[in-house]
């Protein structure tokens, strides 16, 4: 097959980055001359991302008014960029590493501005800890938000990097059905339905019915990626000024673990023999190796206007998740997964039952209204929630006999549950948390200001250890509006997040603590969705737990990470054209003086969809291209290759039908996403091939 050298892949994807930056710009010149004449031909046809009530920022305030940087992917990008799984909707945005471990069926993995962040659903958290619960699937979702920097002024504990929130599916008062196929490669087959409208007459009750139903397998031999998923929605307006929305969401995943845990020597350095393995090999056993998650879960979304000025809104959510995982890899030995001359390597076997449960209530007043010169938009919110995850577990480290080989492996190994040992019977561990908050973005001609504060109460309990903190946190944002549709803009914010544990003295762990200062520059031109966005941001984490090189056993927080970088983001189209470039520079540092593990230094993605309105009326086409710069493992020893993959689309759409084919990674590049000091590397994802029908009743 055709793989392009890297200097072609360089030039291919610099060409298609300038292309669209300047299409943008031409874009954006077009439309400041139409409001002196009425014959130019330039149509906006963007479909734009809105911020809602129940969005990341929780406010509806447009993102061009927001003073931080705010990416969001909508239904509409997600179908025409053939998003599988939520992993996929992170690769085309600026300062996030999507698919950090590669190709993945335990999470959607995803980094921002260099750290793990927390993934939110209509503005409450959704998931904690690992592996108890499943993964949101994406036709259930109106657009995934990535909300980038410290957000524990709006919701407590959290990460400095940011969040993900998605917005789920809702009720609508235009009845609308549709039913759809998919069919790809690695045997892929998926059948959904989407059905939506009114109950009654006078629209007072809406309905919405999603369901999914997915038999795959995937790239890996004996790795399969089954799904069941069943949401339905009711919303009642009992008057003009009502909401009041219970969505229900049910998802089943079958299949396997996808990453293998590769070790290093056979995949990213050669094996001992000087060979490479296959890196889709499959090291677990098909008889044992298992990866069952469930989830159940019912959200309220309720809203009321009390008058012109006030109103409220409430989110509150139950959710139980429940996962069986049992897998065997390749053993960590002497510092890395020993493999010897012949490709033979010893395995850990794995066997854990997990499950969660939470529940989340989340109250806001919000009120509009002036002082003086000044306009308000203000919002209060008290909030809480209480979530219980239990981890239990066989652990059977290298056990003899039970090996096998990377380049010829035979199956049909297993230990028995007593060859496993023991079996570890773990405490629950309880997280609560209590918070009351205050946001004013406050407007005066062209300035705008938003203050934030909040206080939070959090409740840390292990089952051997409890522990209490209380945090205050606060955060501010200036943007000034200039004529033309330039808003330059400042912002600080903090986070925290609770440590548990003590020290060698007794004393407890203080909250990890993140802070961030960004400054940017937003341009809008007139009368036009789109939006070029330029920030620089500095993020300073501290109270990082490291080794205490007194005391053997023990640790102390005298971690830190210093984390610097640029973003650029550009939306916008011109005629039959709708586009997007993004670029991200981060530079991180911690305390021991290495970069951060798995995140490249520059990335890079364009995205280009044409629509003719004129000749050929229905078709479609799209591209894309990313391009993903070199990592480290951590202490700057191992690098990953820099890689470049390319995306298209095409199809063809009326008002009845909808016919796409996606093809993600075009020439089937094979990459490794990430290799970390402990000794693993995580192939990417192959090329997907995905034939899609929707027909609309």
């Not at 577990?393 to 380049?407: D, K, M, R, S």
Request: aromatic share 12%; hydrophobic share 35%.
């Amino acid at each position: 097959m055709f793989a392009p050298s890297r200097r072609a892949r360089a030039r291919l994807l610099a060409r298609a980055f300038a292309s669209s930056v300047a299409t943008i710009a031409l874009a954006s010149a077009a439309h400041a001359q139409d409001s002196a004449s009425e014959d130019e031909d330039i149509e906006e046809i963007i479909v734009e991302g809105q911020l809602s009530r129940y969005s990341a920022t929780k406010m509806d305030t447009p993102v061009f008014e927001t003073a931080r940087s705010v990416s969001i992917e909508d239904q509409q990008q997600l179908l025409d960029k053939g998003v599988l799984e939520l992993a996929d909707a992170y690769v085309y945005a600026p300062g996030v590493f999507g698919q950090t471990y590669g190709f993945a069926t335990r999470g959607d993995w995803v980094k921002v501005r260099g750290l793990d962040v927390p993934e939110y659903r209509d503005s409450l958290q959704a998931l904690f800890g690992n592996y108890n619960n499943t993964r949101s699937h994406v036709y259930t979702l109106e657009q995934v938000e990535i909300l980038k920097g410290p957000s524990s002024v709006l919701y407590g504990q959290g990460s400095p990097g940011g969040l993900v929130n998605v917005v789920s599916k809702r009720p609508e008062e235009e009845a609308a059905h549709e039913v759809v196929a998919e069919y790809g490669n690695f045997d892929r087959k998926q059948i959904a339905a989407d059905l939506t409208g009114p109950l009654d007459a006078d629209g007072k009750l809406l309905y919405r019915m999603i369901a999914v139903y997915r038999d795959a397998g995937t790239q890996v031999d004996h790795v399969n990626d089954d799904a069941l998923v069943l949401a339905p929605s009711i919303t009642w307006r009992p008057g003009a000024h009502t909401n009041i929305t219970i969505l229900g969401n049910y998802q089943d995943y079958d299949g396997q673990a996808g990453a293998q845990f590769l070790p290093i020597y056979g995949t990213l350095l050669p094996a001992p023999n000087g060979e490479y393995m296959d890196p889709n090999v499959f090291l677990g056993e098909p008889e044992f190796d298992r990866y069952d998650t469930k989830t159940k879960s019912v959200t309220l979304l309720a809203d009321h206007d009390f008058n012109a000025s006030w109103g409220m809104e409430a989110t509150a959510r139950y959710t139980k998740g429940e996962a069986k995982y049992n897998q065997a890899w390749a053993a960590f030995i002497g510092g890395t997964r020993y493999i010897d001359d012949e490709g033979n390597v010893l395995r850990t076997f794995y066997k854990n039952v997990a499950d969660s449960e939470q529940f989340a209530v989340d109250v806001r007043a919000r009120g509009e209204f002036s002082t003086g010169g000044l306009e308000h938009n203000i919002l209060i919110g008290v909030d809480y929630q209480d979530v219980s995850t239990n981890s239990d577990y066989y652990y059977a480290f290298a056990p003899a006999g039970f090996g096998i080989n990377v380049f010829n492996p035979v199956y049909g190994n297993v230990p028995t549950d007593a060859e496993l040992g023991p079996w570890f019977d773990n405490p629950e561990t309880k997280n609560e948390q209590a918070g009351f908050s205050v946001q004013d973005q406050i407007r005066a001609g062209r300035l705008l200001v938003t203050l934030g504060l909040r206080g939070d109460k959090v409740t840390s309990d292990t089952g051997t250890a409890q522990q209490d903190d209380k945090e205050l946190s606060t955060s501010v944002g200036v943007m000034y509006q200039l004529p033309g549709g330039f808003s330059p803009y400042a912002s600080y914010a903090e986070s925290f997040e609770p440590v548990v544990g003590t020290q060698f003295d007794g004393t407890a762990y203080d909250p990890q603590k993140g802070k961030q200062y960004e400054f940017g520059i937003k341009y809008q031109p007139e009368g036009t969705t789109a939006l070029i966005t330029a920030s620089y941001f500095e993020i300073d984490q501290t109270n990082l737990v490291t080794a205490d090189p007194e005391h053997p056993g023990f640790s102390v927080q005298e971690g830190n990470v210093d984390i610097k970088g640029f973003e650029f983001e550009a939306l916008g189209s011109v005629g039959d054209f709708s586009l997007e470039a993004n670029y991200s520079y981060l530079d991180t540092i911690t305390s021991d003086g290495y970069r951060l593990p798995s995140i490249p230094a520059h990335q890079a993605s364009s995205w280009v969809t044409w629509r003719p309105s004129e000749v050929m009326l229905g078709f479609k086409a799209g591209f894309g291209v990313r391009y993903i710069g070199a990592s480290y493992d951590g202490v700057d020893n191992l690098k990953t290759p820099s890689y470049t993959l390319a995306d298209a689309m095409v199809g063809y759409e009326t008002e009845r039908f909808d016919l796409s084919l996606n093809v993600r990674n075009i020439t089937d590049k094979q990459y490794f996403a990430t290799c970390i000091a402990r000794g693993d590397c995580f192939p990417g994802k192959d090329r997907t091939i995905v034939a899609r029908l929707a027909v609309k009743f």
